[in-house]
């Protein structure tokens, strides 16, 4: 029996996974604290991540497995739970002899080769969030080498999408202030490029990677379109479609740090502005080329976004 399983089921990624698992097995195991089905036949399993006997028990019968686990957005957290999760996602996986897909980020990039980022940008992150990264990261694929794992991971820019809340930077900053005829904010310097992940792209791209077993071993970005917007033109292509004025601020270094006071979001955003006073831009022509891919591009995913969530679009 195909068992495929998505180990932290409830953020905009799991969920979305798992619309697109039915295109490869009958049998979904959704794994989180709270887990809710997203299609009506998912197996539900009610696990915590940092339990190692519990992992074990959510993973057992499982042929791939999906780690899509969000953790509250605190460096501290991230320190302490980040580690223990990868450890008994490992040691679960090679147990059941499970296939491992890691979703992850670009935070161990080195901060001065954003422009283009590949699956080869050296690995020297530039904050503690992208520490802990490096270390998790590393953690799996010595598993690869030493440990007969079978894994991979799948990494992703910034993501947006429709329908999701409190995760997208994006989302937060730009679109729901916009929509609510406020004014949007942007870090550092609107006038760099900012690639941006497609959520529904993501979550189709992990799924066809998590079954193609020639996949494994290697690290994928996640299709992600080309051309990326700066936060200026973001602005000005959601105003319009929102109907409202493209109004905004650029929030700088000075300016986070007095907001963190009373935002703790924005302390611990601080030491991840360099990657808005820099072009960031994220290249996915690997996964392009392999599976014949073309991602959703800014203008479509924009319009899509405003037509779905705030149900309206400039005539």
């Not at 990264?133 to 690869?144: E, G, H, P, Y």
């Amino acid at each position: 029996m195909n068992v495929q399983t998505i180990l932290g089921a409830g953020g905009a990624i799991g969920k979305a996974l798992a619309k697109e698992l039915p295109a490869y097995t009958h049998t979904i195991r959704l794994v989180s604290r709270h887990p809710q089905k997203v299609n009506d036949d998912d197996e539900l399993f009610t696990a915590d991540l940092l339990d190692s006997q519990q992992v074990m028990q959510a993973v057992a019968g499982s042929e791939v497995v999906y780690l899509t686990a969000g953790l509250q957005y605190s460096t501290k957290i991230w320190q302490a739970q980040w580690p223990v999760i990868m450890r008994n996602t490992i040691g679960a996986c090679i147990a059941a002899k499970s296939r491992l897909v890691f979703f992850d980020n670009i935070y161990m990039y080195d901060p001065n080769h954003l422009n283009p980022m590949t699956e080869s940008t050296p690995i020297a992150p530039g904050s503690e969030k992208g520490k802990v990264r490096a270390a998790i990261v590393d953690m799996l694929m010595t598993a690869v080498k030493e440990k007969g794992l079978q894994a991979l991971v799948a990494r992703s820019a910034d993501f947006y999408g429709f329908s999701i809340a409190n995760v997208s930077m994006l989302t937060e900053t730009v679109i729901k202030p916009l929509s609510e005829k406020k004014t949007a904010n942007w870090f550092m310097d609107a006038n760099r490029l900012h690639s941006f992940t497609w959520v529904p792209d993501a979550a189709k791209a992990t799924a066809m990677l998590g079954n193609t077993p020639d996949a494994f071993g290697e690290t994928w970005h996640l299709p992600t379109a080309a051309h990326p917007l700066t936060g200026k033109q973001w602005v000005e292509l959601m105003a319009g479609l929102l109907n409202v004025q493209p109004k905004y601020r650029v929030v700088g270094k000075t300016l986070t740090h007095i907001m963190g006071w009373f935002m703790p979001i924005m302390r611990e955003m601080a030491e991840m502005l360099y990657q808005y006073d820099r072009d960031y831009v994220f290249d996915s022509s690997k996964f392009e080329r392999r599976f014949n891919y073309t991602p959703v591009g800014y203008e479509e995913g924009a319009r899509m976004i405003a037509e779905n969530d705030y149900g309206r679009l400039k005539v």
